[in-house]
Structures are given as C-alpha cells and as structure tokens.
C-alpha cells in the first residue's frame, strides 16, 4: 500500500529491460510518434503506460469472452461498457465487438495520444513539432489550452482539436502555417493523411504508413520560435 497522499502507479515496466528485441522496437516507436524529449528520455515510459492499459482491456475483454453467458446481466453491461469506452477513445469503431480489443496493438494507442492527433490533423508538420506546439501552448481543444502530449483524446474533442485563439498561429496567413502545409504535402507526396481507427475502420497499414510519414518528415523545432518573433 502506497501512501495516502500519491495515487498508485498504474503501469508496470518490463519483466526484462534488456532485451534487444523489445529496445529497439521502442525506439522504432519512439521516433515514428516523437515520443519523451526526442532523444529517448522519457519516451520508453510513455509506450509502458500505452501498454498497461492495453493489457488491463485485454485482460477484461478475455474475462468477457470465457463467460458461458455474457449476453445479460452483470457482465452484458461491464461488456458494452467496455466497448463503449473505447469507442469514445476512438480505439474502436461503430459495430465493434468484444473479440476486436483482442486486435488492438500498441499503436492504436500511441495514435490516439493527443501529439498524434495533432499531427494527423493538419495542425504540425511531424510528430516532434507536435510535441512542441502543445507544451507552448499553442493547441487547444476547445476554449481550454491543454498542454499534455500523452492525453488520451476522445472523439468528441478531437472535433474541437485547432490552434488556440491567443496563438499567433491562429492566423492562417502566419509564415508557419504556410511552411507546416508545405512540409506535409512534401512528407506525403501532395496527399493529406487520414486519421487511422481501430478495428472495423481503416486498416493498421494506414496508422504504419503515417506513423512512417511522420518519422521522415523535416523536424521544424526552429521555426515555431522563430514564427513567435
């Protein structure tokens, strides 16, 4: 038992940090979704936490699926729950069933984190940037500036996903908005990604293809500051 005062830690590292299998799939990971400073610090933490909630779900929906009958009562409802919850993530689609939380892969989750979707939303021109525009407080969701690269964003407010009205990038005619849309039409040959859903909508070959995107787009750090000026 933890102290009163400090919530418990709800994620767990792995049971064997060295292996040099799951090392250098995290920093495949850490580059394509501009995890933790952009140089790894802080990064592995963010894809543990991503893969703690999807052992918990996981571990839910096979608790479900054993049942001999979970079509009412109790567990009818913890499973619609489940499902709901999920479509309000964006981690599932319209339709979904129980057995589609078992297809949800680590990065469904990492493209649902709030730096991701303002990547695939037009608003950055690569995931580090991203990362940048939200702990300057340049996005919000809504009226409210939210500062957070690793919120989980619902679909209700990812329609409420923009620049926010104090930012100078608020302006359509600022010179980064203008080199943002340039980048990205450089990064994906003139076509503007879609946002990639979990099972039942868009394919993984499409969250791959963009994640890739993102990866070798230009980094353009410099220029936010330089567009503040």
């Known amino acids: 038992m933890g102290h009163p005062r400090f919530s418990k830690r709800r994620w767990q590292g792995p049971k064997h940090p060295w292996r040099s299998e799951r090392i250098a799939e995290e920093k495949q990971l850490i580059l394509n979704y501009g995890l933790g400073n952009g140089k790894g610090i802080g990064g592995h933490r963010e894809i543990w936490k991503a893969r703690s909630s999807l ?51 680590v990065d469904h989750v990492l493209a649902r984190r709030l730096q991701s979707q303002v990547y695939f939303k037009g608003l950055a021109s690569s995931m580090s940037q991203a990362r940048q525009l939200l702990v300057h407080n340049h996005i919000s969701i809504g009226d409210q500036v939210t500062t957070v690269p690793g919120y989980i964003i619902s679909r209700t407010d990812e329609e409420q996903l923009n620049y926010h009205s104090n930012s100078p990038l608020a302006n359509a005619s600022h010179p980064l908005r203008e080199e943002i849309e340039m980048l990205r039409a450089a990064a994906t040959y003139g076509e503007e990604p879609e946002t990639p859903s979990g099972p039942g909508e868009p394919e993984q070959d499409d969250l791959v293809e963009l994640a890739e995107a993102a990866a070798a787009a230009p980094s353009a750090e410099d220029t936010v500051a330089g567009g503040e000026a």
Not at 58 to 83: C, P, Q, W, Y
């Open 55 to 105: 052992r918990r779900w996981r571990r839910n929906a096979m608790k479900l699926i054993g049942r001999v009958d979970s079509t009412v009562g109790h567990f009818a409802r913890e499973k619609e729950d489940l499902i709901h919850s999920l479509q309000r993530r964006g981690l599932l689609g319209d339709g979904a069933q129980i057995d589609d939380v078992l297809r949800l892969s």
